[in-house]
């Protein structure tokens, strides 16, 4: 496992706050932030970091299946794949599914992914106008808080893709590592930090569940589905911290490359 350094920058901008949003359809309808991280742990943004990490050239989301599948089609076949879950589940005729573990370099370097999944998907399309697109996942926190400690974006929202609108508890864990690692590096007073009451609840639930995240993982609602599939290895593989140093960044509306 590889281990990577913080950023020295220290976080020292008075005005930065950092709001932590459950769902796509919890945010704002009339405002964007400065710089809008996406998060879902099981599993989209952490088969992005992963793709990347294995050298595709791209991830391209879609919330639309039909819109995946016309895009694809005007792309060369031997640098696209189709991959997506409905469900938890890959979808039929689809090159992959949602799984971390089948982004390996023989199979994605080179290569665009046309990624469509049930949840994560919905909440990158909810921020893709914002100046800022990143996603973040457990797997590669520090490289998300090295970016935010270096560009030090007014307003980030740390956006959890849910489930079908409803809460997730693995995303806002993750929300939580990220929030209290900035805070451990900032000289920045709590209150004028935090922008929201969600920021202080998501750090609580990392920090009494930051030691067995596989458990928790486990346990939670989305876990119990891809249990259910024979997903065990995906739940250990987006489980761990801090073993990737990549981070997805949006080129263009739902474009993600590596930054």
């Known amino acids: 496992m590889r281990k990577f350094k913080f950023a020295d920058r220290i976080l020292n901008c008075a005005s930065v706050k950092l709001f932590v949003y459950h769902t796509p359809e919890s945010t704002p309808t009339d405002l964007l932030p400065d710089c809008a991280v996406v998060i879902d742990v099981l599993r989209a943004t952490t088969t992005i970091a992963t793709a990347l990490d294995a050298g595709a050239e791209a991830v391209q989301a879609f919330s639309n299946i039909e819109e995946l599948m016309r895009q694809a089609d005007s792309w060369s076949a031997e640098k696209c794949l189709r991959a997506g879950e409905r469900g938890g589940a890959k979808v039929k005729g689809f090159d992959l599914g949602n799984s971390p573990l089948a982004c390996k370099p023989e199979v994605v370097k080179g290569k665009r992914l046309f990624l469509t999944t049930t949840n994560g998907t919905r909440a990158l399309q909810r921020v893709e106008k914002s100046p800022q697109v990143i996603t ?58 935090f922008g929201n009451d969600e920021v202080i609840g998501a750090i609580a639930l990392y920090e009494r569940w930051k030691d067995n995240l596989l458990n928790v993982f486990r346990l939670c609602s989305h876990g119990q589905r891809l249990l259910k599939l024979d997903g065990d290895e995906d739940l250990k593989y987006c489980s761990q911290t801090d073993i990737l140093n990549v981070l997805p960044i949006q080129k263009e509306p739902g474009v993600l490359i590596k930054h």
């Open 136 to 193: 973040a996942a457990q797997i590669n926190r520090r490289a998300a808080v090295n970016y935010l400690l270096e560009t030090q974006p007014k307003t980030v929202w740390m956006v959890g893709s849910g489930w079908q609108g409803d809460y997730s508890v693995e995303d806002t864990a993750c929300a939580g590592a990220i929030a209290k690692s900035i805070l451990q590096q900032s000289d920045v007073s709590l209150i004028d930090l």
